[in-house]
């Protein structure tokens, strides 16, 4: 009998490398649909409202922040459209929270798919990620209202929302897989996350704009934060007033690129004891 | 002859096991760790082979049994074979596409319908959606659940619902099928099921993986079988021999009483804390079995199935007095519980002998807590039951059938 390894489909050996197989993970696509569909319609099962929650989660983010920190705080500055900018920082800053708390409860949530099932388990942060862009794409059709009956139309620039909203989930997955491998250890992460996106919603321009109220010499620094970049960006795509400076842009494209890198090799590195240990 | 489907070549899973390590470990705990390590000296790192040396073939079409005790490493070999994880050495190739029965309804949300749930199950199976489409109407046939297809599958009595997710397993059609017994708990009606669609399977030119404890069925279903002992093959060869070989040490070590009580279960939340087995003198000369476990909780539980089981020389299970058939449970536990059985005249239904007593501790219908298959060892008496001068073994059967003769005239 000649030893032919090549037809062996399978080869099971020790980890080498990250193991991070792209051909695999697209092979996956169908089950990655069909978790984040599991997890959309339980979210909306038993609740009269279903998925009229997605609206009114950034309506009632919007009124409240044009309201408080416009009215009472007077941030609304000299932007004539405060509570679009406010909507637009809001459904950003939604996605971006909840692809951060999905990825990160995202293993502890299918530790029972871990344990009994193989499968990438990129699938599972990156379902979660699904599942917030349906919240979100919902919320995009909430904006396209509010515009419309502002009567503000869009501008060609509106063509880049996509790619601000793709920053969004890169952004979140940064630091999501990080914490979510590390969660699959210690359960200690899941109770710092809500507390980060605490810290996070003021530290990212969602209540107030960037260009009107940081000082110049403070964004580069400033622009460490990602979401600085994410939020201005999709506010400069539909809002003809808003300002994109390079220079800010670029360092959180940088950290965002860095935090994504790393987290999916850290998670890949990771994942052969996620059954063991979870 | 063709290419082994599956060939096995030193494979070895290591668990690294820190001893006086907290149970649950928090980052509290690692913090404090660092904090305290330049202080202490270092934690003692133990390595435990699960797996070592694991070598063997199966060829197209055979039906290879696992046995061995429980933590011998049937389980593991069954997960690295499924790439849950990863072996530490060796290497192990498979041709085709592996299925499981081990994962019977995993990723099953209670709020989705039977329906939705078919898909989602499938999905994580690794069925495309077009073959589930394909397979649908016969998964919800074999599962008898036509009418409820649109109900969350929270609703479902608890064997529909172990119905259809065994449905949707058994129509994956892989060509290579890992099937570990231990796991497939559920009415006696449904481990047929499971034992007949492997018997199917197999005569389908698959190949199958049978992990179990039940001796008379891997006898029956097996072509070979690999027992495993530590992690290590101590045996590998025909079932038969390998089923013989391992009894023959299993019924000595129990006699010995090798297992040194408590066993707790994994969480070390309950465990068995002693158990004791006789058969007595009872009522009208006859005999008493007499099983007694004694039962200790860290915390509060409820509803913990206790079961029994007795197997005799030749490895048949003579009776599996599972929880999920006899009700055996224990309501309460928060701290001691003692349980006793009791059958009233045992010589009466078994045939004279040793045999050998399980025990185990499960939730009815969802998992084992703690299992033994070899606690003890009973003997009953032997007994002349047709009067004959004889004294019935186990060489003349299971059962002393209290069978009358006459001779009839025509």
Known sequence: MSETPGQYERVIGPPRGLGLDIGELWACRELLAALAKRSILARYKQTVMGMLWAVVRPVAMMGLGTLVFGRLFGLSGDSERYS??????VLVWLLFSQCLTGCVNSLVTGAEMVRKVYFPRLILPASACATALVDFLVGVGVLAVVMAAQQHGPSLRA????????????????????????????????????????????????????????????????ALNPMVAVIDGFRWAILPDAVLSPLPLAISLAVAAVLFVSGVMFFQYMQRVFADVI | MSQPMIRVEG???????????????????????AVTRPFRRRIELEDLWALRDVTFDVAEGEVLGVIGRNGAGKSTLLKVLSRITPPTEGVARLRGRVGSLLEVGTGFHPELTGRENVYLNGAIL??????????????VAFAEIEKFLDMPVKRYSSGMYVRLAFAIAAHLQPEILLVDEVLAVGDVRFQKKCLGKMGEVARGGRTVLFVS????????????????EGGRAAHLGEAGATV???????????????????????SEQIGI?????????????????????????????????????????????????????????????????????????????LIGGEYIVGIWLARPRVEYLVRIDHAAVVTVPLRDVYGSGVNLDQQHGVVPLPVTFAIREP
Request: with cysteine; net charge positive.
């Open chain 2, 244 to 266: 013989d070989a391992y009894l023959r040490t299993a019924e000595q070590e129990a006699q010995e009483g090798p297992v040194r009580w408590p066993v707790f279960d994994k």
């Open chain 2, 11 to 33: 494979l070895g899973k290591r668990y690294r096991i820190g001893h006086k390590r907290p149970t649950a470990d928090g980052l509290r705990h690692v913090i404090a760790d």
């Open chain 1, 159 to 222: 063509l880049t929302l996509p790619l601000w909203a793709m920053l969004a989930v890169i952004a979140a997955l940064g630091p999501g897989l990080w914490l979510a491998a590390l969660n699959a250890r210690y359960r200690d992460v899941m109770h710092v996350v809500p507390f980060l996106i605490n810290i996070g919603l003021f530290v990212s321009p969602v209540f107030y704009v960037t260009s009107a109220r940081v000082a110049s010499s403070w964004r580069p620094l400033y």
């Open chain 2, 126 to 139: 690794g069925m495309r959606r077009r073959e589930i489409a394909v397979r649908f109407d016969e998964i």
């Open chain 1, 84 to 89: 679009l900018a406010v909507l637009a920082g």
């Open chain 2, 213 to 228: 404890h039940n001796m008379s069925a891997v006898r029956l279903l097996c072509d070979r079988a690999v027992w495993l």
């Open chain 2, 273 to 349: 804390t002693n158990l004791r087995a006789s058969v007595a003198a009872g009522e009208g000369g006859s005999s008493r079995l007499e099983i007694d476990v004694a039962v200790r909780s860290r915390r509060p539980m409820t509803n913990i199935g206790v079961g029994v089981l007795l197997t005799n020389r030749c490895g048949i299970v003579v009776a599996e007095l599972g929880p999920a058939v006899t009700n055996f449970v224990i309501e309460r536990i928060d701290g001691q519980a003692h349980c006793a059985f009791r059958c009233e005249g045992i010589d009466r239904y």
